[in-house]
């Protein structure tokens, strides 16, 4: 066991600029991405929704470009989330709110570490050290001291390679996710030009409050759809309480998060039921392809309107005093006939994703352990990919 640090080059931990350094006029809606920490997924960047600057500004804040091979930590919020940087993601800056870790190739690889620092013992270790009550933060010395399990480099690498086998089938779907809705914007958002009315126009149901004590653990009762699931599309807990107005969440379902930020979101992950916090979108009519982009337009609406509050909050009032642009009665056949199976599709790649995340996740902590053998999981990995 050694620590993130003594893997690190000199000054290879290091904080993104100050935000007297890069400030919210700088940014832009295209050129060098920005990592902040909630474009941080598992494991990889979100490029989706990432706030961009340009080339003079990346410039200017050149020692916080990052390259293949880094691990960037949310500096803030939920500490022990990470990505790792890999080839093809372009050029991209760390941002204010996240940490940089640069290892020695000589003694660490960087897919290994990035693996390690998802075990529970990593995570649990992050939450214990990191300092605020209210605001969890990380800091370099911190994120220095984190223990990490530090085999010889032939086996971090042979650990890595196994693992990140299921990751690059991950990142295959992903893009095929990426390109299928690329192709359902492009044919809905040309057909939507008769204003309406948003709150009748879709169904919008509301989840219930779901008792905290009654939560249980994974699959006893029935998985509990939080807003916390959304971007991961695993439900941490279950709950067995049965609410008469609650709402079942199938995989395909449309959904969007109440607070912070207001995406319409596919959910991909196990059937189960509708926590607060969040709402589901439907239209018997239109089909969730077609009213996810009739959604995009009002909710980033209602979210810039909300910009200089602390915390946002989506509300049922916010709802009724959107319009919304509908696609012509006429065309809606054929529309639905060309994107409701590519939905389908997405439906399946993301399906697909989240029970290769499951087998990953159980050989980490084996592999990191050394539990089991990499041959061994080697077999295990050929049997799902």
């Keep these: 066991m050694t620590t993130l640090g003594d893997l690190a080059i000199k000054n290879g931990i290091q904080t993104g600029p100050f935000g007297s350094q890069l400030h919210a006029s700088d940014y832009t809606d295209h050129g060098v991405g920005v990592v902040m920490p909630q474009d941080l997924g598992e494991n990889v960047v979100r490029p989706d929704a990432m706030a961009r600057v340009s080339a003079e500004i990346a410039a200017e804040l050149s020692r916080h470009r990052l390259q293949p091979g880094d691990i960037v930590f949310s500096r ?7 990505s790792l940087i890999r080839d093809g993601d372009g050029e991209l800056l760390c941002g204010t709110g996240c940490l940089r870790v640069r290892l020695d190739p000589e003694r ?78 492009a044919q809905v958002t040309a057909r939507l030009v008769r204003p309406s009315q948003l709150w009748g126009a879709l169904d919008i149901v509301f989840g ?19 807003i916390r699931d959304l ?19 199938q995989p395909g379902t449309l959904l969007v998060g109440m607070d912070a930020e207001f995406r319409a979101t596919r959910w991909s992950g196990p059937a ?27 909710l980033r609406r209602i979210e810039r309107s909300k910009s200089g ?12 005093a959107e319009d919304v642009l509908l696609p012509v009665d006429s065309e809606v056949p054929a529309l639905r006939a060309l994107v409701d199976p590519i939905w389908d599709r997405a439906v399946a790649a993301e399906q697909e994703s989240v029970r290769l995340a499951s087998t990953r996740d159980e050989l980490l902590p084996l592999l990191i352990s050394g539990r089991i053998t990499v041959k061994d999981a080697e077999k295990t990995v050929e049997e799902v990919v």
Aim: proline share 5%; net charge positive; hydrophobic share 40%.
């Design 231 to 249: 971007k991961s599309q695993k439900c941490q807990v279950w709950t067995t309480e049965r609410r008469p107005k609650e709402f079942e969440v």
């Design 272 to 298: 189960g039921v509708l926590n607060q916090r969040v709402l589901a979108a439907s239209s018997d009519k239109y089909g969730p392809a077609i009213a996810r982009e009739m959604l995009v337009a009002p």
């Design 108 to 185: 660490a690889d960087p897919m290994f570490v990035s693996y390690a620092m998802a075990m529970q013992e990593s995570r649990d270790w992050l939450i214990r050290h990191a300092v605020g009550a209210t605001m969890p933060n990380l800091n370099t010395g911190i994120l220095s001291e984190l223990p990490v399990r530090s085999p010889r480099l032939h086996v971090q690498r042979a650990v890595g390679e196994v693992l990140g086998s299921l990751d690059d089938k991950i990142a295959t779907n992903r893009r095929i996710v990426g390109a299928a809705d690329n192709l359902i914007r």
């Design 76 to 82: 803030r919020g939920d500490v022990t989330r990470r």
């Design 208 to 226: 219930e409050a779901f008792k905290g004590d009654l939560f249980s653990a994974p699959g006893i009762g029935r998985a509990l759809v939080r």
């Design 309 to 320: 509050t602390t915390v946002i909050h989506l509300n049922k009032s916010d709802l009724l």
